[in-house]
């Protein structure tokens, strides 16, 4: 269900710059943004950044974005937005109950299955800083925004909904002098090599990172880090790749987030197929409360039901499982999505640790762990002696 393309985009990790347009004196001015960007086949993850982070323009310009981009109301900052929305099913959380699918069951929010008639080149949505502008889950590719707000407003843009990676926009009076495109263009590559020399460094930090405690038996408590996130640095992969263990120790997986969202489910094969259960759209006629089950897609492009308000994208039960204890192979363990704590710990997502104990010797066949959100190459591996 071009899932891979929708999570790219969500992650917004697409790179490369559209060509400037200059506008003619006095004439509205159309600017290029880059919304975040990779780091290379070689390197897994990339930088969630606004190239540039702000920009200063006059009423009707456009900004247009490499990837979907939510426009915040003028006045509200990316860090209240988060925290005003932080708990499940609120306007602007990622997910909301699924209650016909079990009571800890989750589905992306009916909020974000908008499909906009806007966003193109030829056709930009307008900011006006009164109301939130959403793009919704499944716009893909570019997307334009002409800013109407009044001078004197300030707006952000957040290009996904649960991190606060920010471009800010301020409004300056017709006089005022705004942004050029050079001026953006040079903060941009400034910033990128900076990013990049940020991120290799960070890789290399945490990947001859090894450290641990001892708790009150003797065992050995060990750290891992299920990926990494350093201000708007993304780095998709499971520190220590592989941790060496005697039966009794424990390993605390840390989510220190900020701009991804991710989690830690082993063993491997059961925690595939929790992980194919995200993003699956369905038909759901009866609703929420109908003992209907949910039915197959009625068409092949969005809206994808007949009633589009009956479209349901089910993304499985993202609560933690497991008792923590692995005490024979095969036992399913998981930490439920873990996700940037805009709330302080009062949302539904939170990046606190979690702790799992081997009980069972390995042997041959070591414990594969796995992020259910970013799927098989996200990967760890445990060996318990």
Known sequence: MKRKVVLLAALAMLAGLFPVTNANAGAATTYEIQVGRGFGRDFPGGSARFYPPEVKVHKGDTLHFSTPVFVLPAGTTPEQYLADNAALGAPGNLLAADPD??????????NLLVFL???????????????????????E?????????NPGDVLYGIGIPWGPSA??????????????????????????????DDAFALFDEYSHKKTFTTDDAGHKVWDAYVGIDRGPIVILAMFPAKLNLKKGDSVQY?????????????????????????FSPFCDPDGDQGPGPDGDLQTQQPPFCNDPTQLEVDMGNTAPKGDGSVDSLGEYQDSGWKAYDAANGTGYLNDDP????????????????????????????????
């Open 101 to 110: 699918d079990g009571a800890t069951a989750t589905k992306l929010n009916p």
């Open 117 to 139: 008639d806007c966003g193109t080149v030829d056709n930009p949505c307008s900011a006006d800083g009164h109301d939130l502008l959403n793009p919704g889950f499944f716009t």
């Open 141 to 149: 590719g570019d997307f334009s925004v002409t800013v109407d707000a």
């Open 167 to 196: 471009i800010r926009i301020e409004v300056v009076n017709p006089n005022d002098t705004a942004s050029t495109q050079a001026e953006l263009d040079a903060t941009a590559k400034t910033l990128k090599a900076q990013d990049k």
């Open 254 to 278: 840390h989510f220190d987030l900020t701009n991804e969202l991710h989690s830690a489910a082993m063993p491997i094969k059961k925690a595939k197929k929790q992980a194919f259960k995200m």
């Open 354 to 385: 979690w702790t799992v104990q081997f009980n069972t010797k390995t042997g041959d066949s070591p414990i594969k762990y796995i992020c259910t959100f970013h799927g098989p190459f996200m990967k760890g591996t445990v060996v318990v002696k």
